[in-house]
């Protein structure tokens, strides 16, 4: 199956994920995820980056940030799991792959869109039943963006926040909601209205992120009656 087509472009926001190989755990203790987050601030040091929110998960993580200068994040996230792949083998021994692959990213607009992608990533530890409420998860930049935790390396989101944002956060996504998510993290398609994503889609070739995969269905034509 060939790879789908990214665009990297300076200050797009960006939602990332990648999951361990196999979906296997990579986390195993707290310091793990304390390296992990360490790391983060480390590679958005060494290559500019916008880190707005963060969660990371036993076998797998999510981050929504941009990136100041075009083609930085591939360079980012490299640094970042390979950096994480020579800890994890040095503390743990073993060698071989720890994530599987290419991580998935797609674009978010900047608007409501955001708010939801934002909500999706730090209330991620409470749909997978880890805790009741998002602020109960230390592995997320929730602490951080409702002013409990100082920001170390994060920035706030470049939208205005709904009055109680940990309610919002704990609030379970529509079903709407949740598969319009699904569809762009499995395709990695824009995330916005539908003229945004079109022009984005035009603007980064993306083109083949909105259209169906597979072949499309023969019509059955009706044999003529003998």
Known sequence: MPRISRGFGADQIYHIINRGNNRTQVFH???DYAAFIHLFGQAAELFPMKIFSYCLMPN??????ASVYAGELSRFMQWLMTSHVRRYHSHYGGAGHIWQGRFKSFIVKADSHLLT???YVEGNSVRACLVEKA???PWSSHAETVG???RVFTCPLPVD???NWSKYVDT????????KMQRSVLRQAPYGDDAWCEGVCRKYHLESTLRPRGRPRKNKVACPLL
């Open 60 to 65: 797998h993580f999510h981050l929504l940030a």
């Open 117 to 119: 992608v934002a909500r």
């Open 172 to 179: 379970p996504l529509s079903e709407a909601e949740l598969k």
């Open 29 to 31: 203790k707290p310091e």
């Open 135 to 137: 602020i109960e998860w």
């Open 161 to 163: 926040l709904p009055a």
């Open 148 to 150: 409990l935790r100082e």
